[in-house]
């Protein structure tokens, strides 16, 4: 606000011979319904020279002067486009123009009269625009304007050498072409309430200006410094109501106006009805004329019928002397012109498809680990906020595509957007069987979002980092994938060592077969392994079983995953035991064998209850879990009494279970 304020004080003080009522337009000054793509007002009220278009919009316009005679005429014709958010504007304006005759006679010596004739002609020949969206709620703009100016007047001169005198018409033509360039801004601060800050005759320049004497009828101006041509409007627009706006526009020369209008939907269209009143320096009353306005919009076209009537007396003959001392100061509102109604029609244009939804912001919930594919199927990589740009209801149907990850776009479930509403959508993805990334990467992610089969409506990238194939996002709940992955190999494994143990489980007790089954697989899984932490790195990494033992070691995450691989490939439950990290203490996984034996026949493998835990199995029967620490690299009666020894005293003496700082979770 205070930088917007000393702009308005710093042109007032650049102020002196100024145009009265430059800003008028004939459309008044109503601002239309937020939903309505097109203008809907003209270079003169819309300092931004934004506009919602879509693509293409094409105007035509035509004007009904009412003086003696009425008289209909094209007023404009306009082409405007918008790419991004970039807007270029183009008119032709043969209605912009105002030609005033005024006559005289003088006696001749014979008493006969002739008449002498001075015609006036202003015009705008055509303007453009280019504006520029710099925010949501800034807007920017220039335009530049053509105008031409002819005077022509006849006076009195007599043959020199003659008697009597004769008396003859001699016609003076002076003409002058000039344009006029000048900068507006638009500022929104809040929904209803948004100020614009435009100037007039910033900046004036035209073909050998300065060397033209001034004419008595030129367009009010001082031509010889520019600073007292330039004047400030501030507009300010305000909604108190939904339905109800308030709109006014001041000059540094102390005209204004002032509009009230109100808009409502019927028949699927959007109706404007408004009215401005004009106070002008140079006119008299005070209130000088009053604009009506009515308009009818829907998304392809808008119908705006408007017009001036003035509030004195029209019709009455103007000298030539009255023009000279008053003078005029703006070609369509001045002294000397009449009452007229405007038609306007407003056509959208758009080569393009039409464009229903708009990604507002995509937030990145997760890095991508491809081995955790599976969670991104069912729980979000992504989440994005969208809005419905139209004034129906539409399934909108999201899709995300990372080039490294996926073979095609994966579309996510669809939501259902009520009329300019907006909501929050969910991207999931599926990673690539054949994914075999060997370093982390960051790739971009294309967020699309679509309500149809075919163009998307906006697409928006951001980044992500992608791992590789090993690495692993910290939840033990996830290490279960890591685990399924090698199933084929783990299952060779487990029947190759159990094959060669045929021998010593061909005499064991049923019950008793699972146990000693874990035993053996244990033994010969640990006789060559070695315990070789992670590399220090900014992520966590994950063996899987097969490279687990082909290399002979890992840590308790690569020994945990591989065993229980081995087991769960050959009909065993396992579980992870997740010691969570407290005090001093760092994280630490190990793991659960059921052994199947029902608690009644915990005796046959121990008669230290602290070694074993009851548990449920997947039907809800209890049944005999042992604790292993996989880590153990000697034998499993060691591995067995470490990890049961660890289970008891963190999860059950120190109340790890019930306090959540241990936590036991089924590999399957």
Known sequence: ?????????????????????????????????????????????????????????????FNTVFARQYSTNLFFVSLGKRIKDHYLYARYTPGISKEFKFTASKSNIDDSLTVFETDLIYKEKFGFGYSYNISPVLTA????????????????????????????????????????????????????????????????????????????????????????????????????????????????????????????????????VGVTALHDRYQQPFIAGIVPVVNVANQFYSVTLSGIKYLSNRLTPRSVAEFKEKKISNIVNNYFVNDEVFLTVNFALSFQPEKYVKILDVEILTEIYPTLADVYVTKPFARGKIVNLSDKKITVKPFSFISEVNKEEVQSPAVELIPHDTAEVNFYTIVDEKFNLKRRKIESVDFIVKTGNGEPDDIIQKPILINDKNSWDGNVKNLKFFVERDYDFANQYAKAVLKNAYDSLVNVKPPLKNFYKVKILFDNFVKNMQYVADRRASVENVQFPSETIELKGGDCDDLSVSFAAVLESIGIQTAFVDYKPEGNNIGHVNLLVNTKLKPEQAGLITSNDKKIFIRKNTDGKDEVWIPLETTSLTNFETAWEIGAEKFYKTAIENFGLAKGTVEIIDVF
């Open 141 to 272: 703009g220039i335009s530049f304007r053509f105008f031409q100016q002819e005077f022509s007047e006849e006076f009195p001169s007599f043959i020199a050498g003659t008697e009597p005198q004769v008396l003859i018409k001699e016609k003076e033509i002076v003409s002058k072409d000039f344009w006029q360039a000048d900068f507006g801004i638009s500022y929104s601060i809040m929904k209803n309430l948004s100020l614009n800050l435009s100037t007039n005759n910033f900046i004036i320049f035209g073909r050998n200006y300065q060397n033209v004497e001034e004419s008595d009828f030129e367009i009010k101006k001082d031509v010889f410094d520019l600073r007292k041509q330039r004047t400030g409007v501030l507009g300010i627009n305000f909604s108190p109501f939904e339905a109800l706006a308030l709109n006014s526009k001041i000059e540094t020369n102390g005209s204004f106006s002032a509009d009230l209008s109100t808009h409502f939907k019927f028949m699927e269209k959007e109706f404007t």
């Open 1 to 61: 606000m205070r930088i917007i304020y000393t702009i308005l004080i710093f042109m007032m003080s650049l102020t002196t011979i100024t145009y009265s009522q430059i800003s008028y337009d004939v459309y008044g000054n109503f601002i239309p319904s937020d939903r309505i793509n097109f203008r809907l007002n003209s270079l003169e009220s819309n300092p931004g020279n934004y506009a919602l278009t879509k693509d293409w919009e094409f105007a035509i316009s």
